[in-house]
């Protein structure tokens, strides 16, 4: 099993809500990452947690609020957001994080209103 | 830090005709070199990847790409692309040390012309 899924698929929200991201893998990945992809662009990393642990934090705002239960969960806790936070967020595992290949859930497209 | 340049933004290819990517890097060791591809609206697939040995590697649809450390370079290539084929392609880059960070290249969208 290679894949790593994300949930859901599409979210729209108000900015006085509150929702969250989830993603999942079953591949033993030790390394999990959220990322932000606007269109035509690249995906920006946002966060790193290797070992469950937090690592990276790409000075993102405290609105995003990243979060791992466990080895194989993955979530981003969303707050009160911007419409210029509406993007495509990937999920992403890898072996560990030193630089290794990454494999990507299908991202959920959120849209904020 | 590592840092990648994909110079074409945009390329157009006719279906059944040879296809390059160009992709350069910046790292001061032998950096962990990828491909991806990413249709629209979804997730990113990954092609292939080097990390070391054999220069040329071989990667899932048919595309191969090669490594060469005088030129900083990890073009991707495919000798006869397809409709399907048709997608945004990112390089990246991975530290094999310290570094958690995979890094991207700004992408190159690919349009295949029948």
């Known amino acids: 099993d290679t894949e790593v899924t994300q949930t859901p698929k599409h979210l729209v929200m108000g900015m006085t809500n509150k929702k969250s991201l989830k993603c999942e893998q079953h591949m033993g990945h030790r390394a999990m990452y959220w990322y932000k992809q606007k269109a035509k662009k690249p995906p920006e990393l946002m966060f790193v947690?290797?070992?469950?642990?937090?690592?990276i934090n790409e000075s993102v705002p405290s609105r995003f609020s990243p979060e791992c239960p466990n080895s194989s969960l993955l979530n981003l806790h969303l707050h009160a957001l911007q419409p210029e936070d509406s993007a495509l967020y990937l999920c992403?595992?890898?072996?560990?994080?030193?630089?290794?290949?990454?494999?990507f859930g299908q991202g959920t497209r959120l849209t904020v209103v | 830090a590592q840092s990648v340049t994909q110079p074409d933004i945009h390329i157009t290819v006719s279906e059944g005709a040879s296809l390059e990517l160009r992709c350069n890097y910046s790292y001061g060791a032998t950096p962990y070199l990828f491909w991806y591809v990413q249709s629209p609206g979804q997730g990113l697939q990954l092609l292939l990847k080097?990390?070391?040995?054999?220069?040329l590697v071989q990667g899932i649809k048919g595309f191969e790409a090669e490594f060469k450390r005088s030129q900083s370079s990890f073009n991707l290539r495919k000798p006869s692309v397809h409709w399907s084929d048709a997608a945004e392609y990112f390089c990246?880059?991975?530290?094999?040390?310290?570094?958690?960070?995979?890094?991207f290249g700004t992408g190159t969208r690919l349009t295949i012309i029948p």
């Open positions: 947690y290797s070992y469950e642990k937090l690592s």
């Open positions: 080097y990390f070391s040995g054999d220069t």
């Open positions: 990246a880059v991975g530290a094999n040390f310290g570094n958690e960070k995979l890094t």
């Open positions: 992403a595992s890898s072996q560990d994080a030193r630089g290794r290949e990454a494999f």
